[in-house]
Protein backbone atom coordinates (compact mmCIF):
# COMPACT_ATOMS: atom_id res chain seq x y z
CA UNK A 1 0.00 0.00 0.00
CA UNK A 2 1.12 3.33 -0.75
CA UNK A 3 2.20 5.92 1.64
CA UNK A 4 -0.07 8.99 1.75
CA UNK A 5 2.01 12.23 0.63
CA UNK A 6 1.61 14.56 3.44
CA UNK A 7 0.95 18.49 2.73
CA UNK A 8 3.05 21.35 3.15
CA UNK A 9 0.76 22.21 5.72
CA UNK A 10 1.01 18.68 7.89
CA UNK A 11 4.78 18.79 7.44
CA UNK A 12 5.19 22.29 9.80
CA UNK A 13 2.67 21.19 12.50
CA UNK A 14 4.09 17.80 12.68
CA UNK A 15 7.39 20.25 12.97
CA UNK A 16 5.79 21.98 15.27
CA UNK A 17 4.28 19.30 17.41
CA UNK A 18 7.86 17.66 17.88
CA UNK A 19 9.63 20.88 18.86
CA UNK A 20 6.79 21.58 21.62
CA UNK A 21 7.33 18.05 22.78
CA UNK A 22 11.25 19.10 23.07
CA UNK A 23 10.26 22.25 24.47
CA UNK A 24 8.23 20.53 27.20
CA UNK A 25 11.09 18.16 27.83
CA UNK A 26 8.70 15.17 26.93
CA UNK A 27 11.33 13.90 24.78
CA UNK A 28 13.65 10.56 26.32
CA UNK A 29 16.89 9.75 25.75
CA UNK A 30 15.55 6.39 23.51
CA UNK A 31 12.93 8.60 21.17
CA UNK A 32 15.48 11.88 21.11
CA UNK A 33 17.21 10.14 17.62
CA UNK A 34 13.94 9.31 16.19
CA UNK A 35 12.14 12.36 16.78
CA UNK A 36 15.32 14.48 15.55
CA UNK A 37 15.28 12.43 12.69
CA UNK A 38 11.60 12.77 11.76
CA UNK A 39 12.03 16.32 11.81
CA UNK A 40 14.89 16.30 9.41
CA UNK A 41 13.19 14.49 6.72
CA UNK A 42 10.30 16.97 7.49
CA UNK A 43 12.04 19.94 7.05
CA UNK A 44 13.63 18.75 3.66
CA UNK A 45 10.24 17.86 2.84
CA UNK A 46 9.36 21.43 3.05
CA UNK A 47 12.16 22.93 1.64
CA UNK A 48 11.89 20.83 -1.20
CA UNK A 49 8.35 21.89 -1.64
CA UNK A 50 9.45 25.94 -1.35
CA UNK A 51 11.97 25.47 -3.92
CA UNK A 52 9.46 23.54 -6.21
CA UNK A 53 6.90 26.13 -5.88
CA UNK A 54 9.44 29.23 -6.63
CA UNK A 55 10.29 27.43 -9.69
CA UNK A 56 6.81 27.33 -10.80
CA UNK A 57 5.78 30.88 -9.69
CA UNK A 58 8.73 31.60 -11.92
CA UNK A 59 7.82 29.99 -15.30
CA UNK A 60 4.22 31.67 -14.81
CA UNK A 61 5.74 35.34 -14.16
CA UNK A 62 7.77 34.75 -17.19
Not at 8 to 37: C, G, P
Not at 40 to 53: G, M, S, V
Request: aromatic content about 4%; charged content about 45%.
Amino acid sequence: MAKKEITYTEAMNEIEQILDRFRREEMTVDSLTKEVKRATELIALCKERLHRTEEELKKISE
